[in-house]
């Protein structure tokens, strides 16, 4: 094989640019040949308004001439970098291994990264909230990473639990009072409920079924908040949700018992911004050691058990529905902390905000930054959130941008940026990573 | 004769309109090494799987009696309860360990709820309460035993899936002995050793039963394996019991024969083992 390509087999290599062509044709004909155009009343000699056919062939053309040459550039290169390698590690995949080798390391300097931004010079307004939007949704990939990357269920509807924890904290506090605080645990608890109540039926679905399952209900929980207007505001949503609160000061404008006046600072309304980026910075902490610390418990080795083969679980006198019950309440209970959080610093919440490309998203980090890697979410979240929000400006290009980066990652490391799996225990203490291709991606 | 560990009485497993099993009934003694044999399809396999719980039997009843004079309808158990309470433990054909994870914690999963209690279902563990760090270094010790024995001690933070064959194998035995089991089911234990490992294989079984005072039930096709180890064989062809005795009775007997050979070349084995053997 790597003799024949090195001599670059100019046939062959046509034939293979020309069938790419032949269907860039056939994708740019339609697309690109034929634009409809709209023309106002009586110009081109047309009567009334309408809309005529713009025939662009010279495009076509451009295009399809372009898949050729770029096609057949890419098979020399490819048949070159071939012929010039030995065989080994990928360019890609030694990144990650890079990546992975220091993984104590880069933890650290990002938690660093993460507790000093607030207090950087270019630390504004727009960056510190965008500081909270990326933690929450570290949060939240590190939520959905106990029920996906862990136990290998895989669930397209976990936004659901985010809905649940943010119309818990909203209804309690607007009905009776609730602070923040104290809504926090509770507002957890309901999402657990519901993971629990949601999981005693879905959870003898496996796989495909599972993953549809779980879709229906996240849609059933946003439509069934959407329409049940007498408690939960409809598309109108619930607003006037109380602020945090720092041990009893209010972050607000009066001098009575707020912060500033506490202090003896000058009001500003960035001091909230920063306080409640450090609370959901401290709730992904927790989320973060919680799970970690899971691992290593029974529970959680039992988790990746039933990922690796669910039947030896069995044979093991392991209850693989409470098990797995278990993942899914503790991954709804983390979903819905983060909805409280989300509930209290919009002040505002409305279905709008539990789409389903939110689930999405959301496991598109998990899968991004590697399974069961709390790592890997984290940079997953940053650079996925982070980019999102960067090219903002250039809106019509981000969905490109994102399809694009997610094929890229999918070619060169298809099991996540960070896809080694650590030994939750160890006889000799030296944690050696075990490589993707050893660990099961779950079968739901 | 002491009372049967496992009696099996008019057990039959239909899947449709297919008959895998037919009044099957034998019994086993504690600390033997019982073996079920027959061809291809003879419904073997089945006959494990109701025992252990992942079929539940069409009809027929399956008694396990522990030494404490406690016995359990296995028919009616679910898979998981019959390895928790009644301590039955089993391993597969085609071997299921967990690839990814490595050795020792293979063996901890197995021992999974006697830790998940001292955890007190996690709510103690993730506080780090003193009972659960020693329960989990009580089991570690127990791996630590079972992997030397199985000779993979060298390799307990290695990944499973990274084992040769045989060792996989010795793996899953060792995983399965660490849920304290009163009967093993061995289902083909010796698939795909070759002479030396199945000699290795057979040590190891005979250890397990005599140090752990563990009762042994195995599938095998390995006729050497079979004759050697087992202190019963009961023989299945078609989903029915053909035959049942000591290896010497099973060797003798045409109707096996028959069975594993066809009619005709069963004659001329019975004619030449008279002669010979």
């Known amino acids: ?52 056919l713009v025939q662009r062939w010279d495009v076509v053309a451009i295009a399809v001439a372009l898949v050729f040459v770029g096609r057949l550039l890419l098979n020399v290169w490819w048949r070159r970098r071939i012929a010039a390698r030995a065989p080994g590690p990928s360019f890609a995949s030694r990144i990650g291994s890079v990546l992975t080798g220091k993984t104590p390391y880069f933890a650290f300097a990002m938690v660093l990264a993460a507790v000093t931004m607030p207090m950087m010079p270019f630390a504004d307004r727009y960056i510190v ?11 939240l990939g590190w939520g959905l990473n106990i029920v996906v990357g862990l136990a290998g269920l895989l669930d ?19 009905h009776f009072d609730f602070s923040f605080w104290v809504a926090l645990p509770l507002s957890g608890l309901v999402a657990a409920f519901w993971g629990i109540l949601l999981g005693f039926p879905v959870l003898r ?14 849609e059933m929980v946003r439509i069934v908040l959407l329409n049940w207007y007498q408690f939960t505001g409809g598309p109108n949503g619930l607003s006037n949700i109380p602020r945090p609160s720092l041990f009893g000061l209010q972050f607000s404008p009066d001098d009575e018992g707020s912060f500033h006046a506490f202090f003896g600072i000058e009001y500003d309304p960035v001091h909230r911004i920063i306080f409640l980026y450090y609370v959901i910075f401290g709730l992904a902490l927790l989320t973060n050691w919680v799970t970690l610390r899971l691992r290593r418990l029974p529970v959680g080795r039992a988790w990746e058990a039933l990922r690796e083969d669910e039947i030896a679980c069995r044979s093991l006198g392991i209850n693989v529905r409470n098990t797995k019950l278990t993942a899914f309440a503790i991954g709804a ?78 070619v060169w490391r298809p099991r996540g940026l960070i896809a080694e799996r650590k030994p939750s225990i160890t006889l000799g203490g030296e ?5 993707a291709n050893m660990v099961g991606e779950g079968h739901g | 004769m002491s009372e049967p560990l496992l009696r099996v009485e008019d057990l039959t497993m239909r899947f449709g309109g297919l008959l895998a099993i037919e009044a099957f009934s034998f019994s086993a003694r504690p600390r033997d090494i019982t073996a079920i044999i027959g061809p291809n399809g003879a419904g073997k396999t ?62 901890l999963v197995a021992q999974h709820n006697r830790l998940m209690r001292a955890s007190w ?45 045989g060792a996989q194998r010795r793996l899953e035995i060792a995983r399965a002995m660490c849920t304290e089991p009163v009967l093993m089911c061995l289902d083909e234990p010796a698939a795909g050793l070759n002479a030396r490992e199945s000699e290795e294989m057979n040590a190891f079984l005979r250890y397990v039963r005599d140090e752990h005072d563990v009762s042994l039930l195995l599938i095998e096709h390995d006729m050497s394996v079979v004759m050697e180890i087992s202190d019963y064989i009961v023989v299945l062809d078609y989903g029915r019991k053909i035959s049942e005795g000591t290896p010497e009775q099973i060797r003798n007997d045409p109707k096996v024969i028959a069975a594993y050979l066809g009619e005709e070349e069963a004659e001329a084995a019975v004619a030449a083992q008279g002669g010979g053997a």
């Open chain 1, 205 to 218: 679905l496996r796989g495909d079924y599972l993953a549809i399952v779980t879709l229906a209900f996240g």
């Open chain 2, 46 to 107: 089945t006959a494990f799987n109701c025992i252990t719980g992942f079929y539940r039997p069409s009809s027929g009843t399956i008694t396990l009696r522990h030494a404490n004079g406690r016995t359990f309808g296995l028919e009616r158990m679910e898979g998981f309860r019959i390895a928790e309470k009644a301590r039955i433990a089993r391993t597969f054909q085609n071997i299921r360990l967990f690839a990814g994870m490595t050795l020792l914690e293979n063996l």
């Open chain 1, 1 to 52: 094989m790597a003799t024949q390509s090195a001599q670059f087999p100019l046939p062959a290599m046509l034939k293979d640019a020309f069938v790419a062509a032949l269907v860039a044709l056939a994708l740019a004909a339609p697309i690109l040949g034929m634009k409809t155009e709209a023309v106002p009343a009586g110009a081109m000699g047309i009567a009334g308004q309408g809309l005529i």
């Open chain 2, 121 to 165: 279902y996690t709510f103690g563990g993730i506080v780090g309460i003193p009972g659960f760090k020693k329960a989990e270094d009580a089991a570690v010790k127990k791996a630590v035993y079972w992997l030397e024995r199985a000779g993979l001690i060298e390799r307990a933070d290695d990944p499973a899936g990274a084992l040769p064959y």
């Open chain 1, 156 to 174: 397209l509807g976990y936004v659901a639990f985010y809905a649940v924890g943010a119309y818990s904290f909203a209804l309690l506090a607007i």
């Open chain 1, 129 to 139: 909230d965008l500081g909270i939007l990326v933690l929450t949704y570290v949060m």
């Open chain 1, 333 to 410: 209970m983390f979903g819905g902390v983060a909805g409280c959080f989300f509930a209290t610093r919009q002040g505002f919440i409305s279905p709008e905000s539990f789409v389903f490309i939110e689930s999405a998203m959301i496991l598109a980090i998990v899968v991004l930054g590697g399974l069961g890697s709390q790592l890997g979410v984290a940079i997953a979240a940053s650079v996925m959130i982070g980019a999102f929000e960067i090219f903002r400006e250039v809106r019509e290009f981000r969905l490109l941008a994102y399809g694009g980066a997610m094929v890229l990652i999918m």
């Open chain 1, 431 to 435: 944690r050696r990573a075990i490589g």
